[in-house]
């Protein structure tokens, strides 16, 4: 029986009208960015290494955006989503890109590995700051990925600015925003090195990143406004052309999350292959490589970890 057809809204409606039979005879899904994201490719290797090494059948399963797949898991239509640390404790408190909306049933499975985003602009432009970007056309609102916004907005309101300091350019995604800055719409957009968007955008002309995190005091802000992250220096290496030169971006641990219902004993058999495969990992995807499973389980205020991974990370001395 085919579970999941071609596309992100057939994926949508699959997940909301066949969570049985995900639970219970078809693949566990994973939610997670659409396909060509480093989202979506962390999604399929955590999918493919847990099918391999257990006897649960997983899949990645991409969507449009966060605001889609996080609500599902919170009403335990899917089992897993891929996102960050502070979008765990968005949800559960009902705060930035979920703000009035309560997910109080996410939880955390594990820590996965660090991830940066940052800002992306043609490598010929004159951009070399966020206070380059003032007047300039620049994505915005990002109505199907706010994620994407929030941690724009942080990153500006640290550098004193604000999305009206831009000529904004209201986009549905990231992707759309990297569409506009190959044809030359915009002047940039906030991605992460090394995913399949910035390849598929260097493609079309050379790109570079921008830092986003000017000192210290910029640094604490960005922090308290999302929870957990820290500054990402990422730099210069082969597999990352789009690094020029040594970059601050907005740095945090890229997590697996679930849901209070989901079984115990599938999140253990989860975490458990994920713990015991990292060679595996790193063969799906080269951002594995930076996978370190004894940080499966740092503790990020906020976020809460299911039973099941608890168990876990306490048998294998991650955890008293």
């Known amino acids: 029986m085919k579970l999941f057809r071609s596309g992100a809204m057939a994926a949508v409606i699959t997940i909301s009208n066949a969570v049985g039979a995900l639970a219970q005879s078809g693949p ?16 399929a290797g955590v999918a493919q290494v847990v099918s391999d090494n257990t006897d649960i059948s997983m899949r990645a ?3 449009g955006g966060s605001s889609v797949f ?14 960050n640390t502070f979008e765990a404790v968005f949800a559960t408190q009902g705060s930035g890109n979920f703000e009035g909306n309560v997910n109080s049933d996410i939880r955390v ?37 706010q994620l994407v916004g929030v941690m724009q907005d942080a990153v500006l309101e640290a550098a004193g600015m604000s999305s009206d300091d831009l000529d904004g350019v209201p986009v549905p995604n990231f992707v759309e925003g990297a569409n506009l800055l190959a044809q030359g719409a915009v002047v940039g957009v ?10 598929q955008t260097m493609a079309q002309g050379p790109v570079r990143f921008i830092s986003v995190i000017d000192g210290e005091e910029a640094a604490a802000k960005v922090a308290e406004s999302l929870p957990g992250s820290y500054v990402g220096r990422v730099e210069p290496v082969d ?32 975490v ?12 799906t995807h080269g951002s594995f490589r930076r996978f370190d499973p004894a940080d499966m389980a740092v503790q990020v205020e906020g976020a809460t970890y299911h ?12 955890m008293e």
């Open 109 to 145: 499975a594990a820590m996965l590995q660090p991830f940066e985003v940052g800002i992306m602009v043609a490598a010929d432009s004159d951009i070399q700051s966020l206070e380059d970007l003032r007047g300039k056309p620049f994505p915005i609102g990002y109505a199907r990925q």
């Open 70 to 83: 996080i609500p599902a898991l919170n009403r335990g239509e899917i089992d897993f989503s891929t996102s």
């Open 61 to 63: 399963v991409g969507q």
């Open 272 to 283: 458990k292959a994920l713990h015991e495969n990292k060679a595996a990992l790193a063969e």
């Open 307 to 318: 039973p099941g991974a608890l168990r876990f990370y306490r048998e294998a001395g991650l």
């Open 239 to 270: 597999r990352l052309p789009e690094i020029t030169a040594p970059v601050d971006l907005i740095g945090y641990q890229y997590a697996l999350l679930t849901h209070a219902g989901a079984d115990d004993e599938l999140v253990y058999s989860v």
């Open 28 to 43: 566990v899904a994973v939610g997670t960015l659409p396909q060509g994201s480093l989202g979506y490719a962390i999604a």
């Open 190 to 199: 906030m991605l992460a090195p090394g995913s399949g968007v910035v390849r």
